[in-house]
């Protein structure tokens, strides 16, 4: 099953066009991911599909549903919840309250406790940080914290975008190893990532973006295995 | 012992500020608009108190009762009538069309009420505590208490309840905020009315002690501007330290320097601190975001 | 000279009007109508100041009743204590505006927005205080009497036909600094520094030098119109001169006559005054704050539903009517669309490239550093720039590209390190437009182009960095236009225009300021591959013209094909440099882009 649909999206951010006649579909269940280089339009179109930015023209399908013109805070009723790119935490709150401010739609409100029990088991370092606040919290912590957020709002779409930006290494595995945990519990997820080889690598389906438009599209170890992929990222 | 009963005095006029200011700041932290008409609104608030009690014969302190409800409906339609259409307009704009409130308010009550200075005359008013030499008057212990009881209030509200929450999040990142699913225009205008709300009370308060009149509000926004940005726009914490400061320095320069200076001095304050630090003593940001990732 | 077309018809239409307002003033007999043409005629001018500051420059004073109180009681009290006409009065007044504009001028010229307004209003209630509380000198509330000795010197008069004549002589005289300032470099300065300050800046203009001149300007007329109404009301009371009502005035006018535009404060001062004296006349002084209460009103209307004024209202059918005449303004002169003036100009103090020593150093970066908060941006980033070259700069998403642009053109100062240009140490100095003045050009990421003005006078206030006159920045801007494709389009206002459109333009603007190095930030960022293409010979060409070239880009294949050396950047730091053959085979740079160990697939 289809849970999100993009049909011939058009997106412009003031007057240019970031995204044109751009099509693609996320399967039920699977992880998808969303890879091209920079002013690909990827972080637009994740604003595009959150509601942030309005869309043009094309629609977007939800469920079946058309919410190409639904306002952004009802979209994340519906499931529909993005981790921003750079985090986006409220810093001058501790982890216990941006954690809170996870769970403001109705299902989300109503699992609060049970939420933050299963938070706290996938991320033992924020049960120590509770009350720390958010600003201080090191790189690692601050994605695994805002992922955390993502999972108290009992999404049924969960958007990355670019979780490894900054991190070491050694932390992006952690962060990756989780996202492998989530999929496993049934969230679909949709990830748009720098690191190619790792984001394909863990997803199902792939996605190539270059300026505003699909340019590869399958499953992901078609496309890591393709040539293509190095000439859309290197020109060669 | 002078110094002493002008600190005391000053203390107590800051309280003052404090609760006129608090909702000011509150406003321009959330919904990040600077409300020219504020002092308007405490007019109006004075005004409700006023008729309460000359017409009902309803004690200004009780009248909170009306006025508080009152204001907080008021503040929200101002919010969706006209701030609401331009939300994402330039800021003259903005600052034209609350200057234009502002206007518009003050005159309606000019034509409404007449210039008159009106007061009431409550026993409360001359009312006195004496300790040793120092002499303090009852009503502005009132208002210092009260000024303390909602900055507490406040303070709680936002940060125990989760509308409380919500709003505080809004100020510190608009966009996360959205993806977390508030609706941000539901809550800016519920915080227009939460500020609103706030100055009924201050209006209710110092009527006793202050003729009503309609270009009052004029008066006490000025300072409440000095004070907001002394202690920093958005931060209500700022805006209970920065009333405290205005009112002793209120208070001494009155008597050190020229009562009929003392206005003068804070805005020599206003100016220094706008060309020195425009944040202001507490706060974050101004009217430029400035990477609060 | 020989005008034609539109020019012709501005000139006619000029003196028709002054011709009007004179008839207007001979044609009312009545008391009651010659004053308010003189009130009229008295605030559009002082409004006509204002909008310089508020319309033009996009800075929004609420404070102006500072320079008009200085003003009118310069004036008053020169001559009720020391008996110096006013006639020579009124140039005291200009005088201390002047100064009081420089003073306040330049620490309020830091704050932006909603905190400028602030200062503004915090001046002009200082002022209000310090005239309430010097009683010896203004007999502060009180209020203070001018006698009457009405004589030309004195600016009093016994009827009031020539108060009329006076107030019109005011406005023209008001009408025209704004006219000339509008016409010359300062008034695209202004209008530069209202739409994108930090654009104008990379384009050489000084804007806090254009902000205070034009402040200084704005004031003194504004002094100027205090004087002669005082003269006229004969008595100076501080809350009528200084109040905040009185600066409110001054900017709703322009604003609802349209703000920014020349006739606009005329046609606000036309509405709004006649209405203020009707409303009393009818409602009479009963209704005390009626009159008032409209006005605040109509400020809320206008602000929501005619925010660009009434001249906008009008001005699409009178543009419809102008195109009727389209005749042309000037003639082009022939050589226009061949390379031969920008040769000329762009190529003229440097040495012709092919004679040039090819591998001479033209800029060198020596392990410069930028943080900010706890991120390292660029990190002992090292690099040299030949002259001529272009090199491109590549690298993933937050390697610090951006960052390095703003060190080079001057809008960040690297923490350590430095940069040197042509042997002058460039990183000491924290100015955009003084390193856009010394040769280093650049776009922006996001094009910035002057929203509200056209093509044309877009790419002239780049030609304003070398020139002052208006004539050889408009010849330079139309030669730049039309190799850049644009001259069918030099008369648009920017926002019709396409994103390839606006990018060419912005490059255009950028080499009007005649630059030695020009910096391109993902200049490619959101075109077609055709339009790729095109911009890869643009670039191309503009090399040739001798500009030695620095683009950071990810589009990969314009910048491999482009550049003649590559930079790879990544976290900060510098992790390859050499010809585009190498670098695509240097697997620290396939990893920064693609991961790790992602493996080559064999060829």
Same mark, same amino acid.
């Not at chain 2, 409300?35 to 308007?40: D, K, L, P, Y």
């Not at chain 2, 700022?238 to 200076?261: K, R």
């Not at chain 3, 319309?55 to 008053?76: D, K, M, R």
């Not at chain 3, 660029?378 to 700069?393: H, Q, Y």
């Given at each position: 099953?289809?849970?999100?649909?993009?049909?011939?999206?058009h997106?412009?951010?003031?007057?240019?066009?970031?995204i044109?006649?751009?099509?693609l579909a996320?399967?039920?269940g699977?992880?998808?991911?969303?890879?091209?280089s920079?002013?690909?339009?990827?972080?637009?179109?994740l604003?595009?599909i959150?509601?942030?930015?309005p869309?043009?023209?094309?629609?977007?399908?939800?469920?079946?549903?058309?919410?190409?013109?639904v306002?952004?805070?009802?979209?994340?009723e519906?499931?529909i919840?993005?981790?921003?790119?750079?985090?986006?935490?409220?810093?001058?709150m501790?982890?216990m309250?941006?954690?809170?401010?996870?769970?403001?739609?109705?299902?989300?409100?109503?699992?609060?406790?049970?939420?933050?029990?299963?938070?706290?088991?996938?991320?033992?370092?924020?049960a120590?940080?509770?009350?720390?606040?958010?600003?201080?919290?090191?790189?690692?912590?601050?994605?695994?914290?805002a992922?955390?957020?993502?999972?108290?709002?009992?999404?049924?779409?969960?958007?990355?975008?670019e979780p490894?930006?900054?991190l070491?290494?050694?932390?992006?595995?952690e962060?990756?190893?989780?996202?492998?945990?989530?999929?496993?519990s049934?969230?679909?997820?949709?990830?748009v990532?720098q690191d190619?080889?790792k984001?394909?690598?863990?997803?199902?389906m792939?996605?190539?973006?270059?300026?505003?438009r699909?340019?590869?599209q399958?499953?992901?170890?078609?496309?890591?295995?393709s040539?293509?992929?190095?000439?859309?990222?290197?020109?060669? | 012992?002078i110094?002493?009963?002008?600190?005391?005095n000053?203390?107590?006029?800051?309280?003052?500020?404090?609760?006129?200011?608090?909702?000011?700041?509150?406003?321009?932290?959330?919904?990040?608009?600077?409300?020219?008409?504020?002092?308007e609104?405490?007019?109006?608030?004075?005004?409700?108190?006023?008729?309460?009690?000359?017409?009902?014969?309803?004690?200004?302190?009780?009248?909170?009762?009306?006025s508080?409800?009152?204001?907080?409906?008021?503040?929200?339609?101002i919010?969706r009538i006209?701030?609401?259409?331009?939300?994402?307009?330039?800021?003259y704009?903005?600052?034209?069309?609350t200057v234009?409130?502002?206007?518009?308010?003050l005159n309606?009550?000019l034509?409404?009420?007449?210039?008159d200075?009106?007061?009431?005359?409550l026993?409360?008013a001359?009312?006195?505590?004496?300790?040793?030499?120092?002499?303090?008057?009852?009503a502005?212990?009132v208002?210092?208490?009260?000024?303390?009881?909602?900055?507490?209030?406040?303070?709680l509200?936002l940060k125990?309840?989760?509308?409380?929450?919500?709003?505080?999040a809004?100020a510190?990142?608009?966009?996360?905020?959205?993806?977390?699913g508030?609706n941000l225009?539901?809550?800016?205008?519920?915080?227009?009315?939460?500020?609103?709300?706030?100055?009924a009370?201050a209006?209710?308060l110092?009527?006793?002690?202050?003729?009503v009149?309609?270009?009052?509000?004029?008066?006490?926004?000025?300072?409440?501007?000095?004070?907001?940005?002394l202690?920093?726009l958005?931060?209500?914490?700022?805006?209970?330290?920065g009333?405290?400061?205005i009112?002793?320095?209120?208070?001494?320069?009155?008597y050190?320097?020229?009562?009929s200076?003392?206005?003068?001095?804070y805005?020599?304050?206003?100016?220094?601190?706008?060309?020195?630090?425009p944040?202001?003593?507490m706060g974050?940001v101004?009217?430029?975001?400035?990477?609060?990732k | 000279?020989?005008?034609?077309?539109?020019?012709?018809i501005?000139?006619?239409a000029?003196?028709?009007?002054?011709?009007?307002f004179?008839?207007?003033?001979?044609v009312?007999?009545?008391s009651?109508?010659?004053?308010?043409?003189?009130t009229?005629?008295?605030?559009?001018?002082?409004?006509?100041?204002?909008?310089?500051?508020?319309?033009?420059?996009?800075?929004?004073?609420l404070?102006?009743?500072?320079?008009?109180?200085?003003?009118a009681?310069?004036?008053?009290?020169?001559?009720?204590?020391?008996?110096?006409?006013?006639?020579?009065?009124i140039?005291?007044?200009?005088?201390?505006?002047?100064l009081?504009?420089?003073?306040?001028?330049?620490?309020?010229?830091?704050?932006?927005?909603?905190?400028?307004?602030?200062?503004?209003?915090a001046v002009?209630e200082v002022l209000?205080?310090?005239?309430?509380?010097?009683?010896? /000198?203004?007999a502060?509330s009180?209020g203070?009497?001018i006698?009457?000795h009405?004589?030309?010197?004195?600016?009093?008069f016994?009827?009031?036909?020539?108060?009329?004549?006076?107030?019109?002589?005011?406005?023209?005289?008001?009408?025209?600094?704004?006219?000339?300032?509008?016409k010359?470099?300062?008034?695209y300065e202004?209008?530069?520094?209202r739409?994108?300050?930090?654009?104008?800046?990379?384009?050489?203009?000084?804007?806090t030098r254009?902000?205070?001149?034009?402040?200084?300007?704005?004031?003194?007329?504004t002094?100027l119109?205090?004087?002669?109404y005082?003269?006229?009301?004969?008595?100076?009371?501080?809350?009528?001169?200084?109040?905040?009502?009185?600066?409110?005035?001054?900017?709703?006018?322009?604003?609802?006559?349209g703000?920014?535009?020349?006739?606009?404060?005329?046609?606000?001062?036309?509405?709004?005054?006649?209405?203020?004296?009707?409303?009393?006349?009818?409602?009479?002084?009963?209704?005390?704050?009626l009159?008032?209460?409209?006005?605040?009103?109509?400020?809320?209307?206008?602000v929501?539903?005619?925010?660009q004024?009434?001249?906008?209202?009008c001005?699409?059918?009178?543009n419809?009517?102008?195109?009727?005449?389209s005749l042309?303004?000037?003639e082009?002169?022939?050589h226009?669309?061949?390379?031969?003036?920008?040769?000329?100009?762009?190529?003229?103090?440097?040495?012709?490239?092919?004679?040039?020593?090819?591998?001479?150093?033209?800029?060198?970066?020596?392990? /410069?550093?930028?943080?900010f908060?706890?991120?390292?941006?660029?990190n002992?980033?090292?690099?040299?720039v030949?002259?001529?070259?272009?090199?491109?700069?590549?690298g993933?998403?937050?390697?610090?590209?951006?960052t390095?642009?703003?060190?080079l053109?001057?809008?960040?100062?690297?923490?350590?390190?430095?940069?040197?240009?042509?042997g002058i140490?460039?990183?000491?100095?924290h100015k955009?437009?003084?390193?856009?003045?010394?040769?280093?050009?650049r776009?922006?990421?996001?094009?910035?182009?002057?929203?509200n003005?056209?093509?044309l006078?877009?790419?002239? /206030?780049?030609?304003?960095?070398r020139?002052?006159?208006?004539?050889?920045?408009?010849?330079?801007?139309?030669?730049?236009?039309?190799?850049?494709?644009?001259?069918?389009?030099?008369?648009?206002?920017?926002h019709?225009?396409?994103?390839?459109?606006?990018?060419?333009?912005?490059?255009?603007?950028?080499l009007?300021?005649?630059?030695?190095?020009?910096?391109l930030d993902?200049?490619?960022?959101?075109l077609?591959?055709?339009?790729?293409?095109e911009?890869?010979?643009?670039?191309?060409?503009?090399?040739?013209?001798?500009?030695?070239?620095?683009?950071?880009?990810?589009?990969?294949?314009a910048?491999?094909?482009?550049?003649?050396?590559?930079?790879?950047?990544?976290?900060?730091?510098?992790?390859?440099?050499?010809?585009?053959?190498?670098?695509?085979?240097?697997?620290?740079?396939?990893?920064?882009?693609?991961?790790?160990?992602?493996e080559?697939?064999s060829?």
């Amino acid at each position: 099953m289809k849970l999100l649909q993009l049909k011939n999206l058009h997106v412009r951010y003031g007057d240019i066009e970031v995204i044109r006649e751009l099509s693609l579909a996320v399967e039920n269940g699977k992880i998808t991911s969303l890879v091209g280089s920079n002013g690909a339009g990827k972080t637009s179109l994740l604003k595009a599909i959150s509601g942030i930015i309005p869309v043009h023209s094309g629609e977007i399908l939800f469920e079946g549903r058309n919410i190409t013109h639904v306002p952004a805070h009802e979209r994340v009723e519906m499931g529909i919840i993005q981790i921003p790119e750079g985090r986006r935490l409220f810093p001058y709150m501790n982890v216990m309250e941006n954690l809170e401010l996870g769970s403001i739609p109705r299902r989300a409100k109503a699992n609060r406790s049970k939420n933050l029990e299963k938070v706290f088991d996938i991320f033992p370092k924020l049960a120590e940080r509770k009350n720390q606040l958010a600003g201080t919290l090191s790189g690692g912590e601050q994605q695994m914290l805002a992922i955390a957020r993502g999972l108290m709002s009992n999404p049924s779409l969960l958007m990355l975008d670019e979780p490894s930006l900054g991190l070491a290494p050694l932390v992006v595995k952690e962060i990756f190893a989780i996202l492998l945990e989530i999929h496993k519990s049934g969230i679909t997820i949709l990830l748009v990532e720098q690191d190619v080889k790792k984001s394909l690598n863990l997803s199902d389906m792939g996605y190539v973006l270059e300026n505003g438009r699909v340019v590869m599209q399958g499953s992901s170890k078609d496309i890591l295995a393709s040539d293509s992929i190095r000439k859309a990222y290197l020109g060669m | 012992m002078i110094l002493l009963q002008l600190i005391i005095n000053g203390l107590l006029l800051g309280g003052v500020y404090v609760l006129i200011s608090i909702g000011l700041t509150l406003i321009f932290g959330v919904v990040r608009v600077i409300n020219f008409a504020h002092g308007e609104l405490l007019m109006i608030s004075m005004y409700i108190s006023y008729f309460a009690y000359a017409m009902l014969g309803l004690h200004p302190y009780a009248s909170i009762l009306i006025s508080v409800p009152f204001m907080f409906i008021i503040g929200m339609v101002i919010d969706r009538i006209i701030i609401k259409p331009l939300r994402e307009a330039p800021s003259y704009m903005q600052i034209f069309v609350t200057v234009g409130l502002s206007i518009a308010l003050l005159n309606m009550a000019l034509f409404l009420f007449t210039g008159d200075y009106q007061s009431i005359n409550l026993p409360l008013a001359k009312k006195t505590i004496n300790a040793g030499s120092l002499s303090i008057s009852y009503a502005r212990v009132v208002i210092f208490l009260t000024s303390l009881a909602v900055s507490a209030g406040l303070f709680l509200f936002l940060k125990k309840t989760d509308i409380g929450k919500q709003i505080r999040a809004i100020a510190q990142d608009r966009m996360a905020a959205q993806l977390v699913g508030i609706n941000l225009n539901k809550l800016y205008t519920l915080s227009f009315g939460i500020g609103s709300a706030l100055v009924a009370i201050a209006g209710a308060l110092i009527l006793p002690i202050y003729y009503v009149f309609p270009s009052v509000g004029s008066y006490f926004v000025l300072t409440a501007f000095v004070v907001v940005v002394l202690g920093g726009l958005g931060n209500t914490m700022g805006a209970i330290l920065g009333g405290f400061i205005i009112g002793v320095a209120d208070s001494l320069s009155g008597y050190y320097i020229d009562p009929s200076l003392k206005e003068l001095v804070y805005f020599i304050i206003f100016l220094v601190v706008l060309l020195i630090r425009p944040s202001g003593l507490m706060g974050i940001v101004g009217a430029e975001e400035m990477g609060l990732k | 000279m020989k005008l034609r077309g539109k020019n012709q018809i501005k000139v006619y239409a000029t003196i028709g009007s002054i011709l009007i307002f004179i008839g207007l003033v001979f044609v009312s007999t009545n008391s009651f109508y010659l004053n308010i043409l003189f009130t009229i005629f008295m605030f559009a001018g002082i409004s006509s100041a204002w909008n310089i500051i508020g319309g033009f420059a996009g800075q929004l004073s609420l404070g102006h009743s500072a320079f008009y109180g200085l003003g009118a009681y310069t004036c008053g009290l020169l001559l009720v204590k020391l008996g110096i006409p006013p006639i020579l009065g009124i140039w005291a007044s200009i005088i201390l505006a002047s100064l009081l504009a420089i003073i306040i001028g330049y620490p309020c010229f830091r704050l932006r927005g909603p905190f400028f307004t602030l200062a503004t209003i915090a001046v002009g209630e200082v002022l209000l205080i310090l005239a309430v509380n010097m009683k010896t /000198v203004t007999a502060g509330s009180e209020g203070l009497s001018i006698p009457f000795h009405p004589s030309l010197y004195n600016l009093s008069f016994q009827t009031k036909t020539p108060y009329a004549l006076l107030g019109l002589l005011f406005m023209l005289i008001s009408l025209s600094a704004a006219y000339i300032i509008k016409k010359t470099r300062l008034g695209y300065e202004l209008v530069a520094l209202r739409d994108e300050d930090q654009a104008a800046e990379s384009l050489g203009v000084n804007t806090t030098r254009a902000k205070i001149v034009a402040l200084i300007i704005s004031a003194a007329i504004t002094a100027l119109g205090g004087g002669i109404y005082a003269q006229y009301v004969l008595f100076l009371e501080p809350h009528s001169e200084f109040s905040l009502a009185t600066s409110v005035n001054f900017a709703m006018i322009s604003m609802v006559g349209g703000l920014g535009t020349l006739m606009g404060p005329v046609i606000g001062a036309f509405i709004l005054i006649p209405l203020q004296e009707f409303l009393r006349a009818w409602l009479g002084g009963a209704s005390q704050g009626l009159y008032f209460f409209i006005y605040g009103v109509l400020l809320i209307l206008v602000v929501m539903f005619m925010p660009q004024g009434i001249i906008h209202f009008c001005a699409r059918p009178f543009n419809k009517l102008m195109q009727r005449f389209s005749l042309p303004e000037e003639e082009f002169p022939s050589h226009i669309g061949t390379l031969y003036e920008a040769r000329q100009v762009l190529t003229k103090n440097k040495q012709l490239v092919t004679n040039d020593m090819p591998n001479e150093e033209i800029l060198k970066v020596e392990s /410069v550093s930028k943080r900010f908060g706890g991120i390292t941006a660029v990190n002992n980033v090292s690099l040299s720039v030949r002259k001529g070259e272009i090199l491109g700069i590549i690298g993933p998403n937050g390697a610090g590209k951006s960052t390095l642009f703003n060190l080079l053109s001057g809008v960040y100062k690297p923490d350590s390190g430095l940069i040197i240009y042509n042997g002058i140490t460039i990183s000491e100095i924290h100015k955009s437009h003084i390193i856009c003045r010394l040769g280093i050009g650049r776009t922006f990421q996001i094009v910035k182009p002057f929203e509200n003005i056209t093509v044309l006078e877009n790419v002239m /206030v780049g030609s304003f960095c070398r020139t002052n006159s208006v004539q050889k920045a408009k010849r330079l801007a139309l030669e730049l236009i039309s190799i850049a494709g644009l001259m069918e389009k030099k008369d648009y206002i920017c926002h019709s225009l396409t994103l390839a459109d606006k990018k060419r333009l912005e490059v255009a603007r950028a080499l009007a300021t005649q630059p030695t190095i020009l910096l391109l930030d993902e200049v490619m960022a959101g075109l077609t591959t055709s339009e790729v293409e095109e911009a890869i010979k643009w670039i191309r060409m503009i090399r040739e013209l001798g500009i030695t070239i620095i683009v950071v880009e990810h589009v990969m294949q314009a910048i491999m094909s482009l550049s003649d050396r590559i930079m790879v950047m990544a976290e900060g730091k510098k992790i390859a440099e050499g010809p585009p053959a190498e670098i695509i085979h240097n697997p620290l740079v396939i990893k920064a882009y693609l991961g790790d160990e992602y493996e080559t697939p064999s060829a």
